[in-house]
């Protein structure tokens, strides 16, 4: 890659791409290598004029950002792109890192730490605004003190079944404690032998009590 960084702005939004090209014009390390107005036209583009670097909206008509992003990664895994956007919710940020992206801001960061984040994605680092990294801190810091389920393969509906188990509940007892009928016992039984590959109810409650089932549930 050149010392300049040439940069694909993806937004559908006519004036935001102008405050971007007027940004892009003020630093000499960057330069515009072409715009796009929705995911489709990003990946097209991406393709044939090969930036260095993509500023990538998430929200578009006529295809989003994230399958965008998810498409120009497995065309050219080497892209950096940096999603610029108003969505700050887990569930964007997060669905943004997972297909590919390098990067994270708002479209209301100011224009030195857009600038730096320009920069920063173009050049191979990763980078998020402050915003953004206190809330990726705060998910993974909540995730390594959260106790993992025993039998993640489960549903939630299959463990409470197994617990009863665990504590010898016969088939008619787990139907009235769960409120389900004596069939989606059965069904639910039968899903859990499948899924923990045990023969038979008594393999299946020395597995679940090894994993520390067979406690007292609620009501």
């Given at each position: 890659m050149s010392s300049v960084v040439a940069v694909l702005i993806v937004d559908d939004h006519p004036i935001f791409r102008k405050g971007l090209r007027a940004l892009l014009a003020n630093h000499p390390e960057l330069r515009l290598a072409g715009e796009a107005t929705s995911g489709v036209e990003a990946v097209r583009l991406s393709a044939e004029l090969c930036p260095d670097?993509?500023?990538?909206?998430?929200?578009?008509?006529?295809?989003?950002g994230i399958s965008a992003i998810r498409q120009i990664m497995t065309a050219q895994p080497a892209s950096r792109i940096l999603v610029v956007t108003m969505f700050d919710d887990d569930e964007s940020v997060f669905a943004a890192m997972r297909a590919g992206a390098r990067g994270y801001v708002l479209k209301d960061t100011a224009d030195t730490e857009l600038s730096?984040?320009?920069?920063?994605?173009?050049?191979g680092e990763a980078i998020f605004s402050p915003a953004i990294a206190g809330r990726m801190m705060r998910f993974f810091e909540q995730r390594s003190v959260a106790t993992p389920p025993p039998f993640p393969e489960l549903s939630e509906s299959e463990r409470r079944v197994l617990q009863l188990i665990a504590q010898g509940e016969n088939n008619q007892a787990i139907a009235e404690r769960l409120a389900l009928s004596p069939k989606t016992v059965r069904n639910y039984i039968s899903n859990i032998f499948s899924k923990l590959q045990v023969a038979d109810r008594a393999q299946a409650i020395v597995r679940a009590r090894d994993a520390g089932l067979g406690g007292a549930t609620g009501p």
């Amino acid at each position: 890659m050149s010392s300049v960084v040439a940069v694909l702005i993806v937004d559908d939004h006519p004036i935001f791409r102008k405050g971007l090209r007027a940004l892009l014009a003020n630093h000499p390390e960057l330069r515009l290598a072409g715009e796009a107005t929705s995911g489709v036209e990003a990946v097209r583009l991406s393709a044939e004029l090969c930036p260095d670097l993509i500023l990538m909206d998430l929200q578009m008509p006529g295809g989003d950002g994230i399958s965008a992003i998810r498409q120009i990664m497995t065309a050219q895994p080497a892209s950096r792109i940096l999603v610029v956007t108003m969505f700050d919710d887990d569930e964007s940020v997060f669905a943004a890192m997972r297909a590919g992206a390098r990067g994270y801001v708002l479209k209301d960061t100011a224009d030195t730490e857009l600038s730096r984040a320009l920069l920063a994605v173009g050049h191979g680092e990763a980078i998020f605004s402050p915003a953004i990294a206190g809330r990726m801190m705060r998910f993974f810091e909540q995730r390594s003190v959260a106790t993992p389920p025993p039998f993640p393969e489960l549903s939630e509906s299959e463990r409470r079944v197994l617990q009863l188990i665990a504590q010898g509940e016969n088939n008619q007892a787990i139907a009235e404690r769960l409120a389900l009928s004596p069939k989606t016992v059965r069904n639910y039984i039968s899903n859990i032998f499948s899924k923990l590959q045990v023969a038979d109810r008594a393999q299946a409650i020395v597995r679940a009590r090894d994993a520390g089932l067979g406690g007292a549930t609620g009501p």
